[in-house]
Every structure is written in C-alpha cells, then in structure tokens.
C-alpha cells in the first residue's frame, strides 16, 4: 500500500457533484468490467502477500535447507521491502502514475520471484520474497482508489466491493499454497507469486495513467 495519502485518497467521498443523480446514467457494462479488473488486481496482490507471509519461512527452511534463524528473512525482507514501497509509493504514483507504477510492480513481483524459483537458493529465494513484497507494495491501495472513482456508482460502492472481495486472495492463498504442496511441492504452490505479478500487469490498464498533482 503505497502510503498514507494513498489511504487518505481511497477513503474520502467522491464530491457531490461526481455522484449519480437519481434518475441519472448508471453504471454501463464498461465501468462493471473495470471494477471486475480491479477485484482481480487486489485479489492477486493480497495473493502474493499471504503467500509470503504465510510459506516464506517454511519454504526456506523445510526446501532450501535454510536455518530458522535464516529462513525468517524471507519474511522479514517481504515485510521490509512492502514498507519501503509503501514509503516512497506516493512520489512513485505522482511522477509516473498509478498504471505505470502497479504494472512495473507486477513485472518486479513476477520477476523477482520466478527466478528465485527458477534458480533456487536461500539468498536468491530472499531477494525474491524482497522483490515481491516491493512489488505489490502499491497495489492494493491502487485498485481502491480506482474502485472508488468509478463513475456511475454512489460514493463507496466500489470501494466496498473490492475490499470485501479482495478477502478471497487473503483467505485462499495459504489454502492455494499448500493444496498444490501437498500434491507436488511447495516450490511448485510458490508459483502463485509470480502468476499473482503477471495478472497484475495483465489488468493494470484498468487504472488512471494520469499523473497525480504534486501535494505538500
């Protein structure tokens, strides 16, 4: 989630004047497949997050042969690299743009992780869960803001719709993870996290490329 102003602009109404008029033009079919995208995209970003959080350490630990004090990392560089994202997230959006900078987040997220995969060892596994975590870092923040500026729909219903959807992401992916472990290997469930970086950049065009306006 790409920092606070990016929460700050996901959570505040749409002014009066955005808002349907009763009686007014509803939502066309357009505006429905854009919020479809955009439940994709959370969905695949709380994917890659989960997975992270949740198999990161085993995975490292149980496949790479990676002691526990080691084998933590793998987390903690997610979490660390999610935090730096989110930090500098809203100077990203600002010069580039949410499109270009999710997209290139899916691309950071596919490729970090599907070459650690590729080519697996404990520090290229780390650096691929580093990748990842700075990856999806502005992802989900990014498809509520753009849920919640859809045109046609009262104040909020697109937000809530992703929100509440995006918890099949949550919800699934350790279930995901470790139903594909169990049948192959974990390594194999870890795929998750570099398809969840291409879907990203397959539905990012869902999102504004415009820039946003310079704030102090």
Do not use: K
Request: net charge positive; hydrophobic share 55%.
């Amino acid at each position: 989630m790409h920092g606070l102003r990016a929460h700050r602009r996901a959570a505040a109404p749409l002014p009066a004047a955005s808002l349907p008029a009763a009686g007014g033009p509803a939502a066309g079919v357009a505006v429905y497949a854009t919020l479809a995208a955009l439940v994709v995209m959370a969905i695949a970003g709380a994917t890659v997050e989960d997975a992270g959080s949740s198999w990161a350490t085993v995975y490292l630990r149980d496949s790479l042969a990676a002691s526990g004090a080691v084998a933590v990392f793998g987390y903690v560089a997610m979490v660390g690299f999610m935090l730096v994202g989110r930090l500098i997230g809203d100077r990203l959006v600002d010069r580039f743009g949410e499109r270009s900078v999710v997209r290139s987040g899916g691309f950071i997220t596919a490729a970090g992780m599907g070459a650690a995969l590729a080519f697996p060892s404990v520090p290229g596994t780390i650096a691929g869960f580093a990748a990842a975590g700075f990856g999806v870092a502005t992802l989900i923040p990014a498809a509520m803001h753009g849920a919640d500026q859809l045109p046609g729909m009262r104040a909020g219903t697109g937000l809530t719709v992703v929100t509440w959807l995006m918890r099949v992401g949550f919800l699934g992916a350790p279930l995901l993870v470790g139903v594909v472990a169990d049948a192959t290997s974990l390594r194999v469930g870890l795929l998750s996290v570099p398809v969840g970086g291409v879907v990203v950049m397959a539905v990012a065009g869902a999102l504004s490329a415009r820039r946003q306006p310079s704030q102090s």
